[in-house]
């Protein structure tokens, strides 16, 4: 053929992981994190989950927040207009269109692999996962509590990264099966890509990125895998779970400055080994960073929070003076008595001390206002046995998981309402004892 090409392929294959890559490899995925804000409705009903469901796999939910609906379209358009014109310029835009969202979902769908890859390992060290959730930066697997011992936080962590990159190395192999020819795919990539099929080419786009996505998480700073690994390690050697996270936590943060360095130096047009250049995939790294570096603040302070809590009742720490309303309550009054001038927002709805359910200012939003005068509460309400609720007996640390969820919750003895836990007074409490029981700086 000619001269030009053979250099430029030749040029190709050095950079090509990095052509490969995109904006894409910079994927985290996070075990037990605080949930991302994004789209999280004001807290209600137990039935209202962020996202869209996608099914259930080994009872485990998997959930897709609205923001990977970014990412699945920045992927399919980074494909159809930059990647695969340059691999197929003779394929017409109705299939590279095709193709590229094809791989975009099957990148999606190795996401999900690698989390599930987690829960199922941690399902095996009886640690339940409640659901995974896939967002804009990647996937997050809910542990409901941290492992037990370094053992079983070691494998749950390392099997994840050890997915990808399997994924990766078969979905490459078999790319090259399909092209049929190793040795030209190694030594001349561009000129073997041109000629392989569309499933050929999803496969070796595929590939290169998992193994990348398995590395980067293997980057030892928390709440990466890495840095999971690496909490293990320091956990089992200094047999301090809280020293281990400290460490792990600060060499998360170191990690995620450095992130955020590159990219700032990929968009002013320096290159960066491993992330290439550009504004765009630099200031992805910049997000990803700044992400990465709110969640290895927050994993240490959940750890103190947790042992701040240990074996604390919620009923040392619920509020037990709460303002109720009866169910035949109207709306107006509701809203003139109750919900103007005063601080709490939910009222448990009581009758004869019985929770029936819960009545939030967001529960009239669908009312009309003429109807407010004829309408009781119990009308609008959400229903008790749609509520999470709980015992006075039950963990302070699992309420205030369960609050993320719905704020505030009920707590009931024999269906008899004692309480409410709210966020906003557990937070308060865990303020004044930390500073008691933490007289020297952590
Ligand atoms: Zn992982």
């Not at 079983?152 to 490459?172: K, M, N, Q, R, Y």
């Not at 786009?205 to 690994?229: A, E, S």
């Not at 009054?333 to 819960?358: A, E, H, K, M, T």
Request: net charge positive.
């Amino acid at each position: 053929m000619n001269g030009d090409r053979g250099n430029s392929s030749r040029c190709e294959r050095k950079r090509a992981p990095l052509r490969y890559a995109g904006t894409t490899v910079a994927y985290v995925d996070c075990m037990n994190m605080p949930a991302p804000d994004i789209s999280r409705s004001p807290t209600r009903a137990a039935s209202t989950l962020p996202g869209f469901r996608l099914g259930r796999i080994s009872g485990v939910e998997l959930v897709a927040d609205f923001s990977l609906l970014f990412i699945v379209i920045l992927i399919a358009f980074n494909l159809a207009l930059a990647v695969l014109p340059a691999w197929h310029p003779g394929w017409p835009p109705a299939l590279r269109w095709g193709v590229a969202l094809l791989a975009a979902l099957m990148f999606i769908a190795s996401i999900a692999a690698h989390e599930l890859a987690h829960a199922l390992v941690a399902k095996h060290y009886k640690l339940p996962v409640r659901r995974i959730t896939l967002f804009l930066f990647g996937g997050i697997a809910h542990l409901e509590r941290e492992p037990d011992s370094p053992r079983a936080e070691f494998w749950t962590a390392i099997v994840g990264p050890l997915l990808s990159i399997a994924i990766g190395v078969v979905s490459v192999m078999l790319g090259g099966l399909l092209v049929g020819d190793m040795a030209r795919l190694e030594n001349e990539p561009m000129n073997a890509i041109q000629h392989a099929s569309p499933l050929a080419t999803i496969l070796l786009w595929l590939g290169p990125i998992n193994v990348m996505l398995g590395l980067f998480n293997m980057v030892p700073g928390f709440p990466l895998d890495g840095g999971r690994v690496l909490r293990a390690a320091l956990w089992w050697i200094t047999k301090d779970l809280r020293k281990a996270t400290r460490i792990a936590s600060f060499t998360g943060q170191v990690f995620a400055w450095f992130l955020m360095g590159f990219g700032v130096l990929m968009m002013l047009g320096r290159s960066v080994p491993f992330f290439g250049t550009g504004f765009a995939a630099g200031l992805w790294l910049i997000l990803i960073g700044w992400f990465l570096n709110n969640a290895a603040r927050a994993s240490y302070q959940q750890l103190m929070i947790r042992q701040t809590f240990a074996d604390v009742p919620l009923r040392d720490v619920m509020r037990s003076n709460v303002i109720s309303v009866p169910p035949n309550l109207t709306v107006s009054d509701l809203v003139r008595d109750y919900i103007v001038g005063n601080d709490q927002r939910s009222f448990p709805v009581v009758q004869d001390g019985v929770l029936l359910g819960q009545v939030h200012p967001d529960d009239l939003r669908d009312l009309p206002r003429i109807h407010w005068n004829d309408t009781p509460v119990s009308r609008i309400m959400v229903p008790a046995n749609r509520l999470r609720v709980m015992k006075p007996e039950d963990d302070a640390m699992d309420a205030l998981q369960e609050l993320a969820e719905q704020d505030p919750i009920p707590v009931v003895d024999h269906s008899h309402l004692v309480g409410i836990a709210r966020r906003d007074d557990l937070m308060r409490w865990l303020a004044w004892n930390s500073q008691r029981t933490s007289p020297r700086p952590a």
